[in-house]
T-cell receptor, first 114, second 116 residues
């Protein structure tokens, strides 16, 4: 079946350090999945961080970037210099073009130390 | 612009009791989803409505769980005879079905259910 595997947390980094959260997917029933990163900040609901619907393209938001790599079935999330306000839980997800059944990874809890 | 509203935010029930969770989607969104979140399983898809019609309930435990969407402004998830393993955060999300925003889900803050 379709699945998403991402870095197990918690991940702790210091402010201004670089970050990468790995995400790989298996899409056996979806030929061209849409890929997403969602984020849940403390006290807030889960929200979309970025999405990419075309292989080879890169999405970016709030200083985060992720590139849709169909060859390695990966969609790693990166940021060059994290801030304390980036502390949150990050979820990698995939869906079909209708995307009514979005499949999520288990989430990665990120702690950024001041 | 109000987001997805879920009530109650926290609910504690005794084993065997019934729990009903409510969701008000964003006005104009025609798709409504329910997910269950636990530490062990992560986010699990439960069910999906489009234009109030149930489309897919393949993630719902068959015997005790049911979901309805009687009108476009709210959906309910009902759990009968709750068990300790039902303890989780239940998330409701809505989205525009089709169009440039396809795939973008807007989530509520969740209802945390604790079954003693």
């Amino acid at each position: 079946g379709d699945s998403v595997t991402q870095t197990e947390g918690p991940v702790t980094v210091s402010e201004s350090e670089s970050l990468i959260i790995n995400c790989t997917y298996s899409a056996t029933s979806i030929a061209y999945p849409n890929l997403f990163w969602y984020v849940r900040y403390p006290g807030e609901g889960l929200q979309l961080l970025l999405k990419v619907i075309t292989a080879g393209q890169k999405g970016s938001s709030r200083g985060f970037e992720a590139t849709y790599n169909k060859e390695t079935t990966s969609f790693h999330l990166q940021k060059a210099s994290v801030q304390e306000s980036d502390s949150a839980v990050y979820y990698c997800a995939l869906g079909d073009t209708n995307a009514y059944k979005v499949i999520f990874g288990k989430g990665t809890h990120l702690h950024v130390l001041p | 612009n109000a987001g997805v509203i879920q009530t109650p935010r926290h609910k504690v029930t005794g084993k065997g009791q019934e729990a009903t969770l409510w969701c008000e989607p964003i006005s104009g969104h025609s798709a409504v989803f329910w997910y269950r979140q636990t530490i062990v399983q992560g986010l699990e898809f439960l069910t999906y409505f489009r234009n109030q019609a149930p489309i897919d309930d393949s993630g719902m435990p068959k015997e005790r769980f049911s979901a309805q969407m009687p009108n476009q402004s709210h959906s309910t998830l009902k759990i009968q005879s709750t068990q300790p393993q039902d303890s989780a955060v239940y998330l409701c999300a809505s989205s525009l079905a089709g169009g440039p925003d396809t795939g973008q889900l807007y989530f509520g803050e969740g209802s945390k259910l604790t079954v003693l």
